[in-house]
């Protein structure tokens, strides 16, 4: 059964400051990695993509990176700002196309 | 286009009613998604559609939770009777195209309240 780890599960940092995001899932049989952003009271917004060929990809400060065979992801956040507080949330996509989900990092950005 | 709307924002009742929560997917959408957050266990998928017809909806806990699609702009999701253990987050999403490539986007959810 695919599970998927996420640390740490809070981290605050100072505004300006580069982070790293961690994410391990156990069935390297995966069609693809999703990470998403989730602010209090709304729904979820996707960030990032990553399909099972891949290795990486970025998005204006982020960049994302996929290692299957190890089991892990890295989410990046070059620096950082107070806008980017949120619940950080990945999620593998397994063999019936179902999205296993993370418990998610909190990130505070502290100004 | 206004984005995955789900009604209503929040829902409180009693245990033994019947709730009914409702989605309507972005236009063009094939794919519907129902999801429920909680502290506990996290997010889980409920059931998905394609094209209105339920694929897979091993992730429904109970047969007292049901969902149906009668048409591709809508979906409900009800839970009769409904019991304290179902409080959660619930949210729909929509996307277009096989889900291996294409991103879900997500509604504002319901938070739902069995007291």
């Known amino acids: 059964k695919q599970e998927v780890t996420q640390i740490p599960a809070a981290l605050s940092v100072p505004e300006g400051e580069n982070l790293v995001l961690n994410c391990s899932f156990t069935?390297?049989?995966?069609?693809?990695l999703q990470w998403f952003r989730q602010d209090p009271g709304k729904g979820l917004t996707s960030l990032l993509l990553?399909?099972?060929s891949q290795r990486e990809q970025t998005s204006g400060r982020l960049n994302a990176s996929l290692d299957k065979s190890s089991g892990r992801s890295t989410l990046y956040i070059a620096a950082s700002q107070p806008g980017d507080s949120a619940t950080y949330l990945c999620?593998?996509?397994?063999?019936?196309?179902?999205?296993?989900w993370g418990a998610g990092t909190k990130l505070i950005i502290k100004p | 286009d206004a984005g995955v709307i789900q009604s209503p924002r929040h829902e409180v009742t009693e245990m033994g009613q019947e709730v009914t929560l409702r989605c309507k997917p972005i236009?063009?959408?094939?794919?519907l998604f129902w999801y429920r957050q909680t502290m506990m266990r996290g997010l889980e998928l409920l059931i998905y559609?394609?094209?209105?017809?339920?694929?897979?909806d091993s992730g429904m806990p109970e047969d007292r939770f049901s969902a149906k699609m009668p048409n591709a702009s809508f979906s409900t999701l009800k839970i009769q009777p409904s019991e304290p253990r179902d409080s959660a987050v619930y949210f729909c999403?929509?996307?277009?195209?096989?889900?291996?490539?294409?991103?879900?986007?997500f509604g504002a959810g319901t938070r739902l309240s069995v007291l």
């Open positions: 999403a929509s996307s277009s195209g096989v889900p291996v490539g294409n991103i879900q986007y």
């Open positions: 236009s063009g959408h094939d794919y």
């Open positions: 559609f394609n094209n209105n017809v339920p694929i897979d």
């Open positions: 069935d390297s049989a995966i069609y693809n």
């Open positions: 990553i399909q099972s």
């Open positions: 999620a593998v996509m397994d063999s019936n196309y179902q999205l296993i």
